[in-house]
């Protein structure tokens, strides 16, 4: 029997009389056997087979297959006039067609052409390529392993199979939602409602908790995992599309159009997870945004965020929430206290009861008052020296010591003292060459010379000596250097070492020069003579309370309450930075609170060295500790 329409065409040889003896050794089988009557069955079953060919081809020759291999009395011969790509099923008798397209991309020609003259063979095959391969549109070419139509002017998208093209990207489409709902009974599954149900609701969940219950369940694992490789069969089925789209649309003017489904990561389910849990108080949840604290809720939802539990962990973070309001604080974190519902950094009381260090003066103030010479700067104090007297001549040749001592201790107990200036009003004998040159020491809290740092005068950005004159007869100027709030220090002695230098000019270099003078043994060649008529130290005095101090650190042994240790110790904190943070310029700051401790407060140095190893473990445990080396200067 033969069965043709158009260009395709359908035979079936069939031999019945191995048809007859297939039926009578069967006894009467469903399909062919048995008598005549059954054989007729059997030949009414194959037309309706080649009937069916039309319209369904694969299954159509699948089943005839499975009865030519089942009987051995059929033979299946299909003919086509266009290439076989379109075909998947390859188990056929035999297939006559004039293209054949084999698994490896070469174009053959079989049938027709092997009758033609050698001559008229490639002119036949060119035109039966270009006919059937470019639909009568224009011209195969072929180039370089690669073939495609030279489209003629009226068909000038002959290489765009735009059914094709649409019909990938429909699959594609399709598999775009098969993604969603892979994805979308992921979330519906019992597996995952479970692991939702059994996460807490007193504290706030961040994602690394969230992840900690997630590796935890095994069945979640599993249900995961088939997710996973459910996707990527999909992924593969895309990829091969793609391929396909690509190569369809490779000489198409327009780009394919898709999406590539991507896969979502843990992260992704980790934050569904809290969308689920915080932002679900409308018909659509929300998306949760952690480092916020707050829901993105969809455009046609006014609001879809639920109570957001507290936060717990260290530093500002909740130790516990409160039973009765999960979203508030219930405790906080040492170094924290606990105000409207959240933690706060604790901040040290007041130290105006134990050390005042503020001033209200200014920069441009301080310098007009300065340049005054104004006495409500003046820090009065107490002149010293075994050298040399008050406004009285003396011989500089030698090194002269002086100094300007508070003895705070004995008369001002209740003072500390800083120090904003220093000036000497100098006056030299006529024509002298003689320059005084001083070396000051400053000791802030008292004790012996040995506890004093050096001024660095001039050097590393320190202000110099400013000098003015007062009495231009008598040669005499006031020598001032200006600390101002930048360099203010304490001081409770003011030691000076007051050297004289010779200044000369030298001839070749016109530039002034200095020389230590030589020891004169002959009085008439001194050289000149000096006198200091005042030594003053502006500045100010702050108040102090050294027993409220001692107090303070009596409450580190013995609190009187449970949280008035912890109070005590941040203000020693405080009180140790405010005090330091006035050292003087160096690459290290110059332990001052320990000197304070030692001579102010008459503490033991073994008592010194304890309250500070309390301060240096106290602050460790706050958030964002600021440490810093300190020098020693006391002993």
């Known amino acids: 029997m033969s069965f043709a329409v158009g260009e395709e065409s359908l035979t079936i040889f069939v031999d019945k009389r191995k048809l007859s003896r297939k039926s009578e050794s069967a006894g009467g089988g469903p399909v062919v056997g048995g008598s005549g009557n059954s054989s007729a069955v059997a030949l009414e079953t194959l037309h309706q087979l080649a009937a069916s060919y039309f319209i369904d081809r694969e299954s ?38 004039v293209l054949v397209q084999s698994p490896e991309n070469k174009v053959q020609l079989l049938g027709l052409q092997v009758l033609l003259p050698e ?128 190569n369809l649309c490779k000489r198409c003017h327009r780009q394919p159009r898709f ?17 689920l849990l915080y932002c679900a108080e409308s018909t659509l949840p929300g998306t949760f945004l952690e480092q916020s604290h ?83 700067l003046e820090v009065h104090s107490i002149f010293i020296s075994n050298d040399m007297r008050l406004g009285s001549w003396f011989d500089p040749s030698w090194r002269k010591r002086m100094l300007l001592t508070l003895k705070s201790n004995k008369y001002k107990p209740g003072l500390v003292h800083v120090m904003l200036a220093l000036s000497l009003q100098i006056c030299l004998t006529k024509n002298s060459t003689l320059e005084p040159a001083m070396a000051i020491y400053v000791n802030p809290f008292g004790g012996s010379h040995s506890e004093s740092w050096f001024m660095p005068v001039n050097e590393g950005g320190f202000p110099d000596w400013e000098r003015t004159t007062v009495d231009a007869a008598a040669q005499c100027q006031n020598w001032t250097i200006t600390l101002g709030n930048r360099w203010k220090t304490f001081f409770e002695t003011v030691h000076v070492y007051l050297r004289s230098r010779i200044k000369s000019l030298d001839d070749s270099s016109n530039e002034t020069i200095y020389y230590e003078p030589l020891e004169m043994s002959d009085p008439s060649k001194n050289l000149g003579y000096m006198k200091i008529n005042t030594m003053q130290v502006f500045g100010y005095s702050l108040p102090f309370d050294p027993e409220a101090i001692r107090d303070l650190i009596l409450q580190l042994d013995y609190p009187y309450t449970q949280g008035s240790q912890d109070s005590a110790l941040l203000q020693l904190i405080e009180l140790r930075d405010r ?27 073994n008592e010194v060295g304890r309250i500070q190893s309390s301060l240096r473990a106290f602050n460790s445990k706050l958030p964002n500790p600021v440490e810093y080396e300190t020098g020693k200067l006391c002993s």
Request: charged content about 25%; hydrophobic content about 30%.
């Open 60 to 97: 159509t020759l699948r089943r005839l297959h499975h009865i030519q291999i089942a009987t051995g009395a059929i033979k299946v011969t299909e003919t086509r006039t266009g290439p076989l790509g379109c075909s998947n099923y390859d188990n056929l008798d035999s297939v006559s067609s």
């Open 579 to 605: 005090v330091n943070q006035l050292s003087p310029p160096g690459k290290v700051r110059l332990d001052l609170f320990s000197c304070l401790l030692r001579h102010r407060l008459k503490l033991a140095n």
């Open 259 to 275: 999406r590539l489904p991507k896969e979502r990561s843990l992260s992704y389910w980790w934050n569904r997870i809290q969308s």
């Open 294 to 376: 707050s829901c993105t809720c969809p455009y046609d939802q006014s609001s879809c965020q639920g109570p957001i539990p507290c936060a717990l962990g260290e530093g500002p973070a909740c130790a516990h929430c409160a039973p009765d309001n999960s979203t508030r604080c219930g405790s906080c974190n040492p170094g924290y206290v606990l105000a409207q519902g959240l933690c706060r950094p604790e901040v040290a009381e007041s130290l105006d009861n134990f050390l005042g260090l503020e001033t209200d003066l200014q920069d441009l103030e301080l310098k007009y008052l300065l340049q005054k010479r104004d006495s409500r």
């Open 119 to 246: 001559y008229l063979r490639e002119r036949f095959v060119t035109a039966a390529l270009s006919y059937i391969t470019c639909s009568s549109e224009g011209e195969l070419v072929c180039k370089e392993n690669d073939c495609w139509c030279h489209c003629s002017p009226s068909f000038p998208e002959c290489n765009c199979p735009d059914a094709d093209i649409q019909a990938m990207e429909d699959s594609l489409l399709q598999i775009q939602d098969s993604w969603a709902m892979y994805n979308q009974q992921f979330e519906e599954s019992e597996e995952f409602q479970v692991l939702l149900k059994r996460l807490p609701d007193d504290r706030f969940l961040n994602t690394t908790a969230i992840s900690q219950f997630w590796a935890g369940d095994a069945s979640l694992q599993h249900r995961y995992q088939q997710l996973g490789a459910s996707l990527k069969v999909l992924l593969k089925k895309t990829h091969r599309v793609v391929r396909r789209l690509f």
